[in-house]
């Protein structure tokens, strides 16, 4: 019985180790990269090499390509029972030269990817010859020239994938559409490519991605009649109007049309594209009003329609939602909307982005904002709302972003606002807000870019903003802030931009604290454009950028174009100027005008090497000019004009090339001449500069209006002292 029993353990063992075995070879066969003793076909073996001869490999990845064994040549893929080479994938390996032609001989080649690297040779046309190729990815590289017309042999290729080249371009084929009735993926954009989209490539049934954006292509926005999932034709020269892509209603995921010239209205057979997740048709000349009947489904997560001509009211509903779906970002900016924000937009319970600026809307911001608990970011900046803040506006307590500027906002800046302690950027510059800045915003730890200028702000400066540890700009511009500089001001780690100007501060200019920033201390970042020799200053340019990750995340990132400087003008500062400011080798300008400033200019200011503007003029300066400018090649704009300036300036010391910088110095001497000098000539109309490259329409307006304003009582006034006049005027008002 033992006997018997031990039998049959022993076949029921046998039978289970046998039953693996069979498995693990039906793997081994129907999986050839299991195979790791295969050898690599010799003559595939040798085109490899030579291709690798041609190449430059900085990380010598491809050394590994020794041996027989396939399974070690990184990049390599074999056939298991031939040797031959299947695959070659040497994608973001840093290889650069040029594509050497010896890959056409691996005639057994279904996919070749070279794509992320730095090759800079033509295609070679012999590709044509890899008949079983069925993915071929040069993207992002320098490749360059045009497609050759022999690819059209590929009849099984399923992917073509060349964007990213700038170099490559010419002619769209007009093959690309009937070469391969097995083409699924068709990415050529981000090149040079020009011309129409042939007509056939809207009937090629297989296709499922195009993505031909980012060229100069022109011609009409046909329709596709084939199921779509992806259609990206964004940055062309693409016009007529939208069709309605009927064929793609329940495929069409991602379509992307921004920045091209297509005109008319948007039909609302598109919110019949039930599969849409993301739709862009931003700046583009679409007009007239949204339609009530166009809402989308609750799978669009981006809707992008800025930059248009879009007109009428905010569509009430643009798109449905659910508890646990609906749209994440909806940007109706740099359009022609007008009315009421309607109270709708906030029942988008995911809404994590909103962007209605540059508008003409007006009223209120509602308050039920609050409701939209995702919000990362609001900008309703450029329009003409009114009202205060909505207090509610605290329930986005996710907000990143809040860019309300240039709006008749009024009321004051309320102290919960502390409760936004995520909050990046805060902007509320030109409204009409009043009151101080609330001692509970140091909360707001997380602030880099705040902007309160043009409002009716007052006070002393608080030590609320010194917890505002991460801040890279500030402005406090144009307000009726009132006292001291204190201390803290300029030991921000990371300021970029200060601007304080036109308030009414006092006192001294802090010492000692300049050398903390590292925008201050770095000569490496420029921000202001020059014509000739006059300088303009871009104050700010904030460009949110906001990416769908997921199906409920979106990824938040932001660029800050601004220039490095410090702006202390018209303000009531006295003293010496800090010898200290002017050792910052990263300021691009520094204006200290219209203030009480006494001392002498500084010799450090050669040291400036990174300045472009510097305007220290209408102060109580005094003494020579010690400093030699020559070395400053970036100074585009000097002004040292109206102070008390004395002494002989040699041309040795640069300042030759600002000839107008010194009027109102009349004690100071140039020199012309080899010792020869004489007083600064005097303009008939002496110019801020520094202040009209920011300001020029609005001063330009003001003096016209005085102007005429003075002419005209002046002449009622002569006419009346006029006897003669004076009888006649009276005469005819009887």
Request: aromatic share 8%; charged share 15%.
């Given at each position: 019985?033992?006997?018997?029993?031990?039998?049959?353990?022993?076949?029921?063992?046998?039978?289970?180790?046998?039953?693996?075995?069979v498995?693990?070879?039906?793997?081994?066969?129907?999986?050839?990269?299991?195979?790791?003793?295969?050898?690599?076909?010799?003559?595939?073996?040798?085109?490899?090499?030579?291709?690798?001869?041609?190449?430059?490999?900085?990380?010598?990845?491809?050394?590994?390509?020794?041996?027989?064994?396939?399974?070690?040549?990184?990049?390599?893929?074999?056939?298991?029972?031939?040797?031959?080479?299947?695959?070659?994938?040497?994608?973001?390996?840093?290889?650069?030269?040029?594509?050497?032609?010896?890959?056409?001989?691996?005639?057994?080649?279904?996919?070749?990817?070279?794509?992320?690297?730095?090759?800079?040779?033509?295609?070679?046309?012999?590709?044509?010859?890899?008949?079983?190729?069925?993915?071929?990815?040069?993207?992002?590289?320098?490749?360059?020239?045009?497609?050759?017309?022999?690819?059209?042999?590929?009849?099984?290729?399923r992917?073509?994938?060349?964007?990213?080249?700038?170099?490559?371009?010419?002619?769209?084929?007009m093959?690309?559409?009937?070469?391969?009735?097995?083409?699924?993926?068709?990415?050529?954009g981000?090149?040079?490519?020009?011309?129409?989209?042939?007509?056939?490539?809207?009937?090629?049934?297989?296709?499922?991605?195009?993505?031909?954006?980012?060229?100069?292509?022109?011609?009409?926005?046909?329709?596709?009649?084939?199921?779509l999932?992806v259609?990206?034709?964004?940055?062309?020269?693409?016009?007529?109007?939208?069709p309605?892509?009927?064929?793609?209603?329940?495929?069409?995921?991602?379509?992307?049309?921004?920045?091209?010239?297509?005109?008319?209205?948007?039909p609302s057979?598109?919110?019949?594209?039930?599969?849409?997740?993301?739709?862009?048709?931003?700046?583009?000349?679409?007009?007239?009003?949204?339609?009530?009947?166009l809402?989308?489904?609750?799978?669009?997560?981006?809707?992008?329609?800025?930059?248009?001509?879009?007109?009428?009211?905010?569509?009430?509903?643009?798109?449905?939602?659910?508890?646990?779906?609906g749209?994440?970002?909806?940007?109706?900016?740099?359009?022609?909307?007008?009315?009421?924000?309607?109270?709708?937009?906030?029942?988008?319970?995911?809404?994590?982005?909103?962007?209605?600026?540059?508008?003409?809307?007006?009223?209120?911001?509602?308050?039920?904002?609050?409701?939209?608990?995702?919000?990362?970011?609001i900008?309703?900046?450029?329009?003409?709302?009114?009202?205060?803040?909505?207090?509610?506006i605290?329930?986005?307590?996710?907000?990143?972003?809040?860019?309300l500027?240039?709006?008749?906002?009024?009321?004051?800046?309320?102290?919960?606002?502390?409760?936004?302690?995520?909050?990046?950027?805060?902007?509320?510059?030109?409204?009409?807000?009043?009151?101080?800045?609330?001692?509970?915003?140091?909360?707001?730890?997380?602030?880099?870019?705040?902007?309160?200028s043009?409002?009716?702000?007052?006070?002393p400066?608080?030590?609320?903003?010194?917890?505002?540890?991460?801040?890279?700009?500030?402005?406090?511009?144009?307000?009726?802030?009132?006292?001291?500089?204190?201390?803290?001001?300029?030991?921000?780690?990371?300021?970029?931009?200060?601007?304080?100007?036109?308030?009414?501060?006092?006192?001294?200019?802090?010492?000692?604290?300049?050398?903390?920033?590292?925008?201050?201390?770095?000569?490496?970042i420029?921000?202001?454009?020059?014509?000739?020799?006059?300088?303009?200053?871009?104050?700010?340019?904030?460009?949110?950028?906001?990416?769908?990750?997921?199906?409920?995340?979106?990824?938040?990132?932001?660029?800050?174009?601004?220039?490095?400087?410090?702006?202390?003008?018209?303000?009531?500062?006295?003293?010496?100027?800090?010898?200290?400011?002017?050792?910052?080798?990263?300021?691009?300008?520094?204006n200290?005008?219209?203030?009480?400033?006494?001392?002498?200019?500084?010799?450090?200011?050669?040291?400036?090497?990174?300045?472009?503007?510097?305007?220290?003029?209408?102060?109580?300066?005094?003494?020579?000019?010690?400093?030699?400018?020559?070395?400053?090649?970036?100074?585009?704009?000097?002004?040292?004009?109206?102070?008390?300036?004395?002494?002989?300036?040699?041309?040795?010391?640069?300042?030759?090339?600002f000839?107008?910088?010194?009027?109102?110095?009349?004690?100071?001497?140039?020199?012309v001449?080899?010792?020869?000098?004489?007083?600064?000539?005097?303009?008939?109309?002496?110019?801020?500069?520094?202040?009209?490259?920011?300001?020029?329409?609005?001063?330009?307006?003001?003096?016209?209006?005085?102007?005429?304003?003075?002419?005209?009582?002046?002449?009622?006034?002569?006419?009346?002292?006029?006897?003669?006049?004076?009888?006649?005027?009276?005469?005819?008002?009887?």
């Amino acid at each position: 019985m033992e006997a018997k029993r031990g039998f049959s353990n022993f076949c029921l063992c046998s039978g289970i180790y046998l039953h693996i075995i069979v498995i693990f070879f039906l793997l081994i066969v129907g999986n050839p990269s299991v195979v790791s003793a295969v050898n690599v076909y010799p003559q595939d073996r040798a085109f490899l090499r030579e291709f690798k001869s041609k190449v430059i490999e900085p990380d010598l990845i491809l050394s590994s390509w020794v041996g027989p064994n396939c399974s070690n040549w990184a990049g390599i893929t074999c056939d298991n029972r031939t040797g031959r080479v299947v695959s070659v994938n040497l994608s973001y390996m840093n290889l650069s030269g040029t594509i050497s032609p010896s890959l056409c001989n691996l005639l057994s080649l279904q996919t070749l990817v070279l794509s992320h690297n730095n090759f800079t040779s033509v295609i070679p046309p012999c590709l044509g010859n890899l008949l079983s190729l069925r993915v071929l990815d040069l993207s992002h590289n320098g490749v360059r020239g045009l497609v050759p017309d022999t690819l059209m042999k590929l009849k099984h290729l399923r992917e073509l994938t060349l964007n990213g080249n700038k170099e490559l371009g010419g002619n769209l084929p007009m093959w690309v559409g009937n070469f391969s009735r097995n083409l699924e993926r068709l990415d050529l954009g981000l090149n040079s490519f020009r011309g129409e989209i042939p007509d056939s490539l809207f009937w090629l049934k297989s296709l499922k991605y195009v993505d031909l954006s980012e060229n100069t292509l022109s011609g009409k926005l046909g329709e596709f009649h084939q199921p779509l999932e992806v259609l990206n034709l964004a940055s062309n020269r693409i016009s007529g109007t939208l069709p309605c892509f009927n064929a793609c209603i329940q495929s069409l995921s991602i379509l992307n049309l921004a920045n091209n010239s297509i005109v008319g209205r948007i039909p609302s057979c598109m919110s019949s594209l039930r599969a849409l997740n993301q739709l862009n048709l931003s700046k583009n000349g679409l007009e007239y009003g949204i339609s009530p009947m166009l809402v989308f489904s609750d799978k669009l997560l981006a809707l992008d329609l800025s930059h248009n001509q879009l007109s009428g009211p905010l569509p009430r509903k643009i798109a449905e939602t659910t508890d646990k779906s609906g749209l994440l970002v909806l940007d109706l900016s740099h359009n022609q909307f007008s009315g009421n924000i309607p109270p709708k937009i906030t029942e988008l319970k995911s809404l994590q982005a909103l962007f209605l600026s540059h508008n003409s809307l007006n009223g209120e911001i509602p308050g039920s904002i609050g409701n939209l608990t995702y919000l990362q970011v609001i900008d309703l900046s450029y329009n003409s709302l009114s009202g205060s803040i909505p207090l509610n506006i605290v329930g986005c307590f996710q907000l990143l972003a809040l860019i309300l500027s240039n709006n008749g906002l009024s009321g004051q800046i309320q102290p919960e606002l502390d409760a936004l302690n995520s909050l990046k950027i805060l902007d509320i510059s030109s409204n009409k807000i009043s009151g101080q800045i609330p001692q509970t915003l140091a909360g707001c730890r997380s602030l880099e870019v705040v902007d309160f200028s043009s409002n009716s702000l007052s006070g002393p400066l608080n030590d609320a903003m010194n917890k505002w540890l991460d801040l890279k700009f500030l402005s406090l511009a144009q307000n009726k802030f009132e006292g001291p500089l204190p201390s803290w001001l300029f030991t921000f780690p990371s300021i970029k931009t200060l601007d304080l100007s036109e308030n009414r501060l006092s006192g001294f200019i802090p010492d000692d604290t300049f050398n903390v920033s590292k925008n201050f201390n770095n000569a490496v970042i420029t921000g202001m454009n020059t014509e000739g020799n006059s300088i303009s200053i871009k104050r700010k340019k904030i460009e949110v950028s906001i990416m769908v990750m997921d199906t409920d995340e979106l990824s938040f990132a932001y660029g800050l174009l601004s220039p490095v400087g410090i702006d202390l003008s018209y303000n009531q500062l006295n003293g010496d100027i800090p010898e200290s400011l002017f050792t910052l080798h990263g300021l691009d300008y520094l204006n200290l005008s219209y203030n009480l400033l006494e001392g002498q200019i500084p010799v450090d200011l050669e040291k400036m090497w990174n300045l472009r503007a510097l305007d220290l003029s209408h102060n109580s300066l005094s003494g020579p000019l010690l400093a030699n400018i020559s070395s400053l090649q970036e100074l585009i704009m000097l002004n040292f004009s109206y102070n008390s300036l004395s002494g002989f300036v040699s041309r040795k010391q640069g300042y030759w090339r600002f000839p107008e910088a010194f009027t109102g110095n009349p004690a100071l001497c140039i020199e012309v001449s080899v010792g020869k000098c004489q007083p600064p000539t005097i303009p008939a109309l002496p110019a801020d500069n520094f202040k009209n490259d920011l300001e020029e329409g609005p001063i330009s307006v003001w003096v016209f209006c005085v102007t005429a304003a003075v002419s005209f009582y002046v002449t009622l006034i002569a006419l009346f002292c006029w006897s003669r006049s004076r009888n006649y005027i009276l005469r005819s008002k009887v």
